[in-house]
């Protein structure tokens, strides 16, 4: 079945450690995002990429880094200059051809100790 | 930068009774979204508007985008345990076609239902 695997589903980290969320997708679409979720607060965009070797940054990218090597891969790595990483984070992609329809994956939670 | 206010920010209800949130911005959107995500997961759109007085319904749930195109409601009928999660407006400044980092997302409402 077609779909978006995030990767892994928890992850516990010391500070000042580096850590990559993987996510991946089959749905052969171009669009892709990273999304952070906080308790009672909405989604918030960290980066984009519409197309392969292209990406954006979002609303709150500092501390953040992403690669778009290949259509179904948008990894995020999460740099120690992110001063409070411990969230919820989803990856979402879509297709492109009707603007605010994403797909997302099942998220990754991080915990930094 | 725009915002979507939400409310309520939570509800608590009986298995059965119908359920009624909305989102309201100071901003014109072209599209408005309704995701759910339940517990651990990530969300699930459930209805997407993209005509201003547009009334679309998927089977117990009913989404409205209001005329002037800074608000959006959400109704669900007869609520059951599995309505559970919750609930997240977005808006769009785009239909087709435009840059998905423009899609803003309202903080949520948690609804909570009793059996």
């Known amino acids: 079945d077609g779909g978006i695997t995030q990767s892994p589903k928890y992850l516990f980290r010391k500070e000042g450690q580096n850590v990559t969320l993987s996510c991946e997708q089959n749905l052969n679409h171009d669009a892709m995002y990273w999304y952070r979720q906080d308790p009672g607060q909405g989604l918030r965009l960290i980066y984009y990429s519409q197309i392969v070797n292209d990406f954006q940054k979002g609303d709150i990218a500092e501390g953040y880094s992403v690669s778009r090597e290949k259509k179904e891969s948008f990894p995020l790595t999460v740099t120690s200059a992110q001063k409070n990483p411990t969230a919820f984070y989803l990856c979402?992609?879509?297709?492109?051809?009707?603007?605010?329809?994403?797909?997302f994956g099942e998220g990754s939670r991080l915990t930094v100790l | 930068g725009q915002q979507l206010n939400q409310s309520p920010q939570s509800m608590f209800i009986q298995e059965g009774e119908d359920v009624s949130m909305n989102c309201t911005s100071s901003s014109i959107f072209n599209t408005w979204l309704w995701y759910k995500q339940e517990p651990g997961e990530g969300p699930v759109l459930l209805i997407a508007?993209?005509?201003?007085?547009e009334l679309t319904s998927n089977g117990r749930l009913t989404a409205q985008f209001g005329i002037t195109r800074k608000d959006s409601f959400l109704n669900i009928s007869a609520s059951i345990p599995s309505d559970v999660g919750i609930y997240f407006c977005a808006g769009s400044l785009t239909v087709y076609g435009g840059s998905q980092g423009n899609l803003i997302f309202g903080k949520g409402t948690k609804l909570s239902v009793k059996p």
């Open positions: 508007l993209y005509k201003a007085g």
């Open positions: 979402a992609s879509s297709s492109g051809l009707a603007d605010g329809e994403l797909f």
